[in-house]
């Protein structure tokens, strides 16, 4: 079975750090362009961060630039998104995703519905 496995949710304060980790299993990701998202209630899902299959190119939206960093190890079979100085604003459920495109840049972030495979999506409550 395909799955995307995510961990590493949890209560954070403000200016605080976290980090979300994503295994996938059933497939290989080395040829996946991997990615986050994060959706409040009530909003539509937001693209947070992508990350090329070979790892060279990585895209954020503005929102979370400097503060967020996405990494990927194909031979864990893992992306991973390290949250630094988190605000309220921040709170969110995250969700994984893989792209069979393999590449997945900018215009990747706007559009979930490019997306093949999800995470079920950790929650990051951040508290003033």
């Known amino acids: 079975e395909v799955q995307l496995v995510e961990s590493g949710g949890g209560f954070v304060q403000t200016g605080g750090s976290l980090n979300l980790s994503c295994a996938a299993s059933?497939?290989?990701?080395?040829?996946?362009?991997l990615g986050w998202f994060r959706q409040t209630p009530g909003k539509e899902r937001e693209g947070v961060s992508t990350?090329?299959?070979?790892?060279?190119?990585?895209y954020y939206a503005d929102s979370v630039k400097g503060r967020f960093t996405i990494s990927r190890d194909n031979a864990n079979n893992t992306v991973y998104l390290q949250m630094n100085s988190l605000a309220p604003e921040d709170t969110a459920v995250y969700f994984c995703?893989?792209?069979?495109?393999?590449?997945?840049?900018?215009?990747?972030?706007?559009?979930?519905?490019?997306?093949?495979?999800w995470g079920q999506g950790p929650q990051v409550p951040v508290s003033s």
């Open positions: 990350i090329t299959s070979g790892g060279s190119g990585t």
């Open positions: 995703a893989a792209d069979g495109c393999a590449f997945v840049g900018d215009e990747s972030l706007e559009d979930p519905s490019e997306w093949d495979y």
């Open positions: 059933g497939f290989t990701v080395d040829n996946f362009g």
